[in-house]
């Protein structure tokens, strides 16, 4: 299956900074997910990154706050801007693996002050 | 849209008893649908996924579920639950695109010695 490395583990960021998580894989991928877990919380889907195409966001989540670049197959960046506490959450990388299930980053744990 | 609800937010048991952890999906397409652990402190770990075939399929440690396309349902079992199987438990199902991954809000299983 997919191996995943995800960047950085864990962040402490001002309010109003911004914080880009890098999501790098090690096999090509046509789509990848970017998800997050407020605390205590299930994982919530934020948006799905697809190679040379603008990503596609769920409901609740807007470009402006959480820009995506995916430049290749292998990788794909999640940039959380303006932050506020509430942002403070884990941030998580996904993708597909076929038959082995979907493939999780090990999460980026951002505490906003 | 693809919802998953999990009728269980916190199970207690005591050590070898039996678990079932409900688990309904709204959107009556074609799903693959997964289990995954989320152990303290550690990241998202596959217990166990149904693409097709078999309903009833096994994962790992003992546990298995079963696919009730008729009920919408895909509830995870274990027969004699371990101390160390104390986690949070989540229910997955694909989106009705087929790509990304919808998660239920998660069970947290307390398992006394």
């Known amino acids: 299956s997919a191996v995943i490395s995800q960047k950085p583990s864990r962040d402490i960021c001002q309010r109003g900074t911004s914080l880009t998580i890098q999501c790098q894989v090690d096999?090509?991928?046509?789509?990848m997910f970017w998800y997050r877990q407020q605390p205590g919380q299930s994982l919530t889907l934020i948006a799905t990154a697809n190679q040379g195409s603008e990503a596609t966001y769920e409901s609740g989540f807007v470009i402006d706050k959480f820009p995506i670049s995916r430049p290749n197959l292998t990788f794909s960046t999640l940039t959380v801007s303006n932050l506020s506490p509430e942002d403070s959450s884990i941030y998580l990388c996904s993708v597909d693996g076929g038959s082995y299930g979907y493939t999780f980053g090990s999460g980026t744990r951002l505490t906003v002050v | 849209a693809q919802s998953v609800s999990q009728h269980n937010h916190h199970v207690i048991l005591s050590e070898a008893a039996s678990l079932e952890l409900g688990c309904n999906y709204s959107y009556g397409g074609t799903v693959n649908l997964f289990w995954y652990v989320q152990y303290p402190g550690q990241h998202l770990q596959l217990l166990l996924k149904?693409?097709?075939?078999?309903?009833l399929v096994k994962g790992i440690k003992g546990f298995e579920a079963e696919f009730i396309k008729s009920k919408f349902s895909f509830n995870l079992r274990k027969p004699s639950v371990q101390w160390s199987d104390t986690a949070e438990y989540f229910c997955?199902?694909?989106?009705?695109?087929?790509?990304?991954?919808?998660f239920g809000k998660g069970t947290t299983l307390s398992v006394s010695s």
């Open positions: 096999s090509q991928v046509t789509m």
């Open positions: 149904y693409f097709s075939g078999d309903p």
């Open positions: 997955a199902v694909t989106n009705q695109a087929g790509t990304a991954l919808i």
